[in-house]
């Protein structure tokens, strides 16, 4: 089972990824988190996103799409993955469809959290006050808000033609959310996650 969580930033995708994991064992991709490590680990990459992540805007296609293919690599034996803040462009979107289909695996459905933009500001200017995230302070917090509805909004029909997009009220109470969520994914199977196949299941077919 492979889930996109959909939304703009601090929608609640990264609390519901979290319950994710411990309930069901799926793995967590957050592009998000992952450029964090990098920056605390001052890699080269870490320098090199940095700017561009404390200016609100989208680090390169390029750079993302390796970050979740070389997750995809580790991880042969997931029972599943969650993709947070990942796709966010449809070259992002067609990039992890290749990528997937080339393990023979899909995203299986598309969570969108949907959440108002005046409700996402107050959120974000408590957690700028609670966890000091550079990028969550308003100025760059509006542009990350206007990246989302210019880049990744776009997404929507991409994934809605595919049939696969459900839409939950992000703005209800966490736990609310959780099972508005969990209806989701068990109508999509069990929500538990199909084995990857075999390299000749993959080869043959099956
Ligand atoms: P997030 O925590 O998901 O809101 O991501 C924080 C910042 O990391 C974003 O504002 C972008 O600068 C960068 N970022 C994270 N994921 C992506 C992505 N999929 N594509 C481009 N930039 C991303």
Redesign the pocket.
Known sequence: MNLVLFGP??AG??TQAKRLVEERGLIQL????M??AARAAGTELGQQ?AE??DT??????E??IALIEEQLENNPNAAGFIF??????VA?AEALDASLKARGQKVDCVVRLCVEDESIMTRITKRFEEQGRT?DNPATFKK?LD?YHKNTAPLLPYYSAQGKLTEVNGMADIETVAGAVARVLDTHGNGKAEKPKSFWARLFGG
């Open positions: 930033p601090a995708k990264g957050s592009t998000g988190d450029l964090r996103v561009i992540m609100g805007q989208l680090v390169s296609d750079i993302v947070d803040g990942f796709p966010r462009t992002q990028d990350r990246a």
